[in-house]
């Protein structure tokens, strides 16, 4: 009797044990999917903050562009090193470095707007980025094998979905917190004095201040939740052929599949900045809205987004997330060849659309991307985290294409042509799975 009661407490214990870590796995998800609305915020902020800059730093879209260029060429620079420190110190950390270095580039928007310099502006936007690097190259792979990995693909959607949360409230926040309304024409402003074009720029400039100030508070009181929360270690068991993998890089070429998951988020990354950085000027051009309005409605655009990644989220059930992403890449890739072939209001519900179709494609191709990589999974994600330069190197393009052409919609073959590139990728990894389950 003293026996089977031991035996029971024992299997009570073991229950209990397996319960804690069940609501360990719960918490560390639930904080780990705040982050994926964090960085949404800071990434769909740039969009308010290059129509900001057109006018608070007399930019030509060309040069306020430059904003995704310092932004994402801190994710490309920062996410080898970051995927480096965090097979070290683990997820936790490695997260716990990107939000201070998040709120350190949030807090140097102050002296920036003071000083009124374009390139501080940058230095402040790439530490940003450098710190979102850090989280990305955490919270993804943190995301995929925390479970089955014939989930994965589901499960970071769920995690992106936040993103997409995050994506459809910054424009809002930004249109409310940032842009003044106010608007002059190139006559209205060769007409001011001095003093008074001076107080318009000071004006202007200084507010982006406490938005970020705002944002930085938010970002380090997140940092200390995670900080003085146990988070469950999760590891690939990173033995002898992990540090041989990670000390000579060259084995990591041999994953075709990694390989045509970077191309594809490279554009990917690509063609949804270019075509979000620009959209407050697509509406402006065609219809002659306000850029309150115009921000307004990239919010509601992001809202599709949003709700695309719920109900793609809710489609892998039962179709195969591969194909999901092949078809959705055409119908995107279509909706920008008739946004470019329309006018009007028309044109922007096409463009706006886009949103919908894009919601699957950076969780989806990541996933996919890190399918049957094992050790070398973090080294893996380094690289598609890398991938998102595409961010930095598309929409000055699309802003040259139209300055050249003088046509916004001329820019946006540029995205077409990205998710033909990402329709191709899809098609290719159906075919693997097939050859798979052969």
């Given at each position: 009797m003293a026996l089977s009661s031991q035996s029971l407490h024992g299997s009570a214990a073991a229950s209990a044990r397996a319960s804690l870590v069940q609501r360990s796995y719960l918490l560390a998800?639930?904080?780990?999917t705040a982050l994926f609305f964090m960085w949404a915020v800071a990434n769909n902020f740039n969009d308010i903050l290059i129509k900001q800059f057109q006018k608070a730093l007399d930019l030509t879209r060309m040069q306020s562009g430059l904003v995704q260029t310092a932004f994402y060429l801190g994710y490309f620079t920062v996410a080898l090193p970051a995927g480096w420190v965090?097979?070290?110190v683990g997820y936790k950390n490695g997260i716990l470095i990107g939000l201070c270095l998040y709120a350190l580039g949030a807090l140097l928007f102050f002296p920036a707007a003071e000083i009124r310099l374009f390139g501080f502006f940058l230095v402040a936007l790439y530490t940003i980025a450098a710190g979102l690097a850090f989280l990305e190259t955490s919270a993804n792979?943190?995301?995929?094998?925390?479970?089955s990995p014939a989930t994965a693909a589901q499960r970071l959607n769920l995690a992106q979905s936040f993103n997409g949360f995050g994506g459809f409230v910054a424009p809002f926040l930004g249109s409310a917190l940032i842009l003044s309304g106010v608007e002059h024409s190139a006559e209205e402003l060769s007409a001011m004095s001095p003093q008074a074009l001076e107080a318009y720029y000071a004006s202007e400039a200084?507010?982006?201040?406490f938005p970020y100030l705002g944002l930085a508070a938010v970002v380090l009181t997140l940092a200390f939740v995670i900080w003085r929360t146990r988070f469950p270690e999760i590891t690939e068991d990173l033995g002898d052929d992990a540090r041989k993998t990670l000390a000579d890089r060259r084995s990591i070429w041999s994953h075709r599949h990694l390989l045509?998951?970077?191309?594809?988020?490279?554009?990917?990354?690509?063609?949804?900045?270019?075509?979000?950085?620009?959209?407050?000027?697509f509406v402006q051009d065609l219809t002659g809205a306000g850029e309150k309005s115009a921000a307004h409605l990239l919010g509601f655009s992001l809202m599709g987004f949003m709700l695309g990644r719920f109900i793609?989220?809710?489609l892998m059930r039962f179709l195969d997330p591969a194909r999901m992403l092949g078809i959705y890449g055409v119908i995107a890739a279509?909706?920008?060849?008739?946004?470019?072939?329309?006018?009007?209001?028309?044109?922007?519900i096409l463009l706006g659309s886009t949103s919908v179709f894009m919601s699957i494609m950076f969780p989806t191709i990541f996933a996919l991307g890190v399918q049957d990589l094992g050790k070398s999974t973090k080294l893996g994600s380094s690289l598609l985290v890398m991938a998102i330069v595409g961010g930095a190197l598309f929409p000055p393009l699309v802003g040259m294409v139209a300055d050249r052409m003088q046509s916004i919609q001329m820019g946006m073959m540029v995205p077409l042509v990205s998710f033909v590139v990402v329709a191709l990728f899809g098609a290719a990894m159906q075919r693997r799975g097939k050859r798979g389950r052969a």
């Open positions: 998800f639930s904080l780990v965090v097979t070290r792979p943190f995301i995929s094998v925390m479970g200084q507010a982006v201040q045509g998951a970077v191309a594809a988020q490279l554009f990917y990354v690509g063609a949804q900045v270019g075509i979000w950085s620009y959209f407050i000027n793609g989220t809710a279509v909706l920008c060849g008739a946004a470019m072939l329309t006018e009007g209001w028309t044109a922007v």
